[in-house]
Nanobody
């Protein structure tokens, strides 16, 4: 079992920055693919970014490329999402996810965090 706890959400003005953190339990963290998804009311949860465990491969959805950066610190069992140049359309609940591979976490994550709210005001 892997437990995920997000932190770092909040309210920020458009153009500002936030950094989300996700602390994971478990001794196999370094082997897991990790990712971030987001969801707004009435819409499906959408993929934001993922990072591989073994080779560190990284993928982003198009709307965040160049603005968001996903990274991980295996010594701290933590994955981060640095969000810059935030836009009102980035407003959502952001969820941390984990999977046994980067493919798995991108398509059908095995584990989810509880979510953290990000609100970007115009």
């Amino acid at each position: 079992q892997v437990q995920l706890v997000e932190s770092g959400g909040g309210l920020v003005q458009a153009g500002g920055s936030l950094r989300l953190s996700c602390a994971a339990s478990g001794r196999t963290f370094r082997s897991y693919g990790m990712g971030w998804f987001r969801q707004v009311p009435g819409k499906e949860r959408e993929f934001v970014a993922t990072i591989g465990g073994s080779d560190g491969s990284i993928y982003y959805t198009g709307s965040v490329k160049g603005r968001f950066t996903i990274s991980r610190d295996n010594a701290k069992n933590t994955v981060y999402l640095q969000m810059n140049s935030l836009k009102p359309e980035d407003t959502a609940v952001y969820y941390c996810a984990a999977g046994e591979s980067i493919y798995r976490v991108t398509t059908h994550p095995d584990y989810w965090g509880q979510g953290t709210q990000v609100t970007v005001s115009s």
